[in-house]
């Protein structure tokens, strides 16, 4: 293969007189444009070759194809590739040469068939998959649409309903329910998927088997009145799931029009808008974010050292409370044996009892059988004492917040467990070289940060201190990628990354309420921003002690910008600690449903006075536009802050961490993407006017101020970086 090009495609005739094209571009045979055109001309050449009768295409090494080489959406993004014509591909080329053509073909689909390879497979005139293959339409996700004519053919394959279920969800089928659905012809093995594909291929030229276009078919599809009510109740959905994104109703239009007004028009609709969509915001966002996420675990000077991660046949968790019962919990799931250990018996029967619960919800959302239950289950035993621990590979500590105590706790571990055991925290704020002191094992201390409720959040921030060896963190890698989380890996230091971000987030909402804001509306904005939920509604449901305690621990380590409010110890100071206790920023009712609270004003009054800051006409006021500035530059800020100091070892970490571990939306790329969206500058000169007015809380860093100064992206890499790492 010329180092230029990106795959290609070879086509084999064979003497029965089926010419089998074969993708090829490792790891996924992605259909880059090198693919696609060479598709083409093999294309062309079978149907002009008077010893080829019938078509086959299948993918190399067990895969048909993932799709779109979605680098490709970059490079035309950038301007560096220039986009074929409007419809070129999944009209001049897979509908007018391939699925028009007078020879048919036949898709051999192994491993999976997604996107753009599915709906390569889709203008084929049969399917015919490996069982468990994965086959979808997951473009949304990517912000782009179905563009190869995924819109108008899966409609017409299975029914309106499911492919709006299939497009809209992004969620993949596998190969069995897609025949069930008519998506697929025949489930073979796969040493027999090359030979029934050309026999069905052959079939069909012999007319023993249809000759289908599924352009052309109209049986699956509800007649006009009720697929424009399906499509108006698929609209309805989309604007409230995803109301900052235009490209799903895009899509949706494309769909509409190949059902009103036939398929042609609908694939030209289709072309028409999926190149429009390339162009967005929201579609660079995700797309940055496709690529940051498999890049996190890319690690310099660690994963690029050809290290085995080991195998970790047995883990240990300290602490059965919320964030260790949650561990196990993920822990099991991915079929690692755990040992729980507890203080007493009490605790020890109320962690088993929170991992129980994690896995009944399942069992009762039908996620899970019984029979997986009870097996699962049994993977967890529960301990009072260290003695199990002589052979486990990794221990998580998850007690409570306290120094003392995981110090005390780290220097027994080095008595009992292995040499070669991972001894491993999931402290949110403490420094581990502290954690590490009374001990001689620092090349293998490593914080596991997970999020809570552990079993269901996809962030783990793996920390690593100086001392941590390179072959523990590909380790728990290796253990993260087992039991699907995204991990990230950074520096030591309080807080990590990923508080460290959302501590001024907080910070920055209770000053704005402190100085006259309305915490309601603050709430609202962040809502339609895009997160989750507001940094009130947050606060209540992570409850006020780990707040507090999460503070102590900034005030401690950063006082010159940390905001000291009071209103969460006044708060707390009268038994309202948060959700949990039905009172907090929001009353909470039997369903948990939350309502604002009238007598919030009394705390936030009396906490201004203890502050002595004064209600500013100008804050109470404030736009939703210049609320999110004042909330989220400060997250920009810190940061930089963590960026500079080598915390983050790429600036597109920062945007996973914000984005798994805070909410960030996706669509906005992450933090620092977004961040270099706005520009550094006006975020700069925005933070600078704020610290004049109100205090050092908000005063920009020296990266950006240097780079703001400049104008220069937040993103590009550290030149001369003071890593940490
Ligand atoms: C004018 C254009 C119109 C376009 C119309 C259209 O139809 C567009 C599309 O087809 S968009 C693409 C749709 N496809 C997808 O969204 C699939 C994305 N990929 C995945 O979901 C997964 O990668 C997977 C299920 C295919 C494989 O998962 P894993 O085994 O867990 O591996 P991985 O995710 O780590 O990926 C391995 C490496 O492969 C790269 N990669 C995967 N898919 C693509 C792709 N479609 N294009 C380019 N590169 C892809 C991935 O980045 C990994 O690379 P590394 O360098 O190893 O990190
Ligand atoms: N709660 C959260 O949202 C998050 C907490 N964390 C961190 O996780 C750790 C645990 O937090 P939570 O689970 O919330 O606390 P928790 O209070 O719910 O649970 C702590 C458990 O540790 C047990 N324990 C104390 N000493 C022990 C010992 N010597 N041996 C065995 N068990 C012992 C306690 O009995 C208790 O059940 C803390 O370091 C916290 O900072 C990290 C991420 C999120």
């Not at 900052?244 to 029009?257: F, G, I, R, S, V």
């Not at 009712?589 to 009054?605: F, G, S």
């Not at 970490?653 to 270099?676: E, Q, V």
């Amino acid at each position: 293969m010329d180092s230029r090009t990106k795959g290609k495609t070879v086509m084999e005739v064979g003497s029965d007189g089926v010419a089998v094209i074969t993708l090829i571009n490792p790891p996924v045979n992605s259909l880059s444009f090198d693919v696609l055109y060479n598709l083409k001309s093999n294309y062309e050449e079978a149907l002009s070759r008077n010893d080829v009768k019938a078509i086959v295409i299948t993918g190399a090494k067990g895969k048909f194809s993932g799709g779109f080489d979605i680098s490709g959406f970059g490079e035309i993004q950038k301007g560096t590739r220039k986009e074929p014509k409007v419809g070129y591909i999944s009209i001049d080329i897979l509908t007018d040469l391939l699925e028009a053509a007078r020879k048919p073909s036949v898709a051999a689909i192994d491993g999976l068939a997604l996107g753009g390879g599915l709906e390569l497979s889709m203008a084929c005139h049969a399917r015919i998959s490996t069982p468990g293959a994965q086959l979808g339409l997951p473009e949304l996700q990517l912000g782009v649409i179905p563009g190869f004519g995924g819109t108008q053919r899966l409609p017409r394959l299975v029914g309106l309903t499911k492919a709006l279920e299939m497009i809209l969800t992004s969620k993949p089928v596998r190969a069995e329910e897609g025949h069930s659905l008519g998506l697929i012809d025949a489930v073979v093995p796969s040493a027999e998927l090359l030979t029934t594909a050309r026999r069905w291929a052959l079939d069909i030229v012999e007319r023993r088997k249809p000759w289908i276009s599924s352009v052309l078919k109209t049986d699956k599809l509800p007649p006009l009145g009720e697929a424009r009510e399906i499509l108006k109740f698929a609209r309805g959905q989309t604007r409230k799931q995803a109301p900052n994104m235009k490209h799903p109703l895009m899509c949706l239009d494309a769909l509409e029009t190949g059902i009103v007004s036939g398929p042609r028009a609908g694939l030209e609709k289709e072309a028409e808008v999926g190149s429009q969509v390339i162009s967005l915001d929201t579609t660079k966002g995700l797309i940055h974010v496709f690529f940051s996420q498999r890049g996190t675990v890319k690690v310099p000077g660690v994963t690029d050292r050809g290290l085995i991660p080991r195998k970790i046949k047995k883990v240990a968790i300290i602490g059965g409370g919320l964030m260790g019962s949650g561990i196990a919990t993920a822990l099991i799931l991915s079929n690692y044996p755990v040992i729980l250990k507890e203080v007493n018996e009490k605790f020890l029967e109320a962690g088993i009892g929170r991992v129980k619960a994690n896995l009944q919800s399942r069992v009762r959302k039908g996620s899970m059988s019984k029979e997986k239950f009870e097996k699962t289950m049994s993977l967890l035993k529960g301990s009072l004492d260290y003695e199990s621990f002589r052979d486990v590979d990794m221990v998580i500590e998850a007690v409570i917040e306290n120094i003392s105590l995981k110090q005390q706790i780290f220097a027994d571990l080095e008595k009992y467990c292995p040499q070669h055991c991972i001894l491993a925290s999931n402290t949110s704020t403490i420094d581990l070289n502290k954690i590490g002191e009374r001990t001689k094992s620092q090349d293998r201390i490593v914080g596991a940060h997970f999020f809570s409720p552990a079993h269901v959040m996809p962030l783990l921030e793996i920390v690593r201190t100086n001392h941590t060896s390179a072959q523990v963190i590909v380790d728990l890698l290796d253990v993260g990628k087992k039991i699907k989380k995204t991990p990230v890996v950074v520096g030591n230091c309080t807080g990590f990354a990923v508080n460290r971000m959302f501590f001024p987030y907080t910070q920055a909402a209770m000053f704005l309420v402190e100085r006259g804001a309305d915490p309601y509306l603050i709430d609202s904005a962040v809502s339609k921003f895009g997160m989750p939920m507001g940094p009130f509604r947050l606060c209540d449901l992570v409850g006020f002690g780990v707040a507090i305690a999460t503070a102590t621990q900034f005030i401690e380590n950063f006082p010159e910008r940390t905001y000291k409010s009071m209103i969460i110890p006044l708060m707390q100071e009268d038994k309202r600690a948060g959700e949990a206790t039905r009172k907090g920023f929001y009353l909470y009712d039997d369903k948990r449903k939350a309502k604002p609270d009238p007598e919030l004003k009394k705390y936030i009054e009396k906490a201004r006075s203890m502050s002595g800051a004064n209600v500013d006409p100008k804050l109470v006021k404030l736009s939703e536009k210049e609320i999110i500035e004042m909330t989220f530059f400060p997250v920009v800020n810190e940061a930089c802050r963590v960026f500079a100091e080598g915390i983050a070892v790429k600036a597109a970490d920062l945007d996973i961490a914000a984005i798994f571990g805070m909410g960030f939306p996706p669509y906005r790329g992450g933090i620092m993407f977004w961040a270099d969206s706005i520009g550094s500058k006006y975020i700069y000169s925005r933070l600078d006017e704020w610290s004049k007015t109100y205090g050092d809380f908000f005063k920009p860093c020296a990266f950006l101020a240097e780079r703001g100064s400049k104008g220069a992206p937040l993103s590009a890499p550290v030149e001369q970086a003071r890593s940490r790492l």
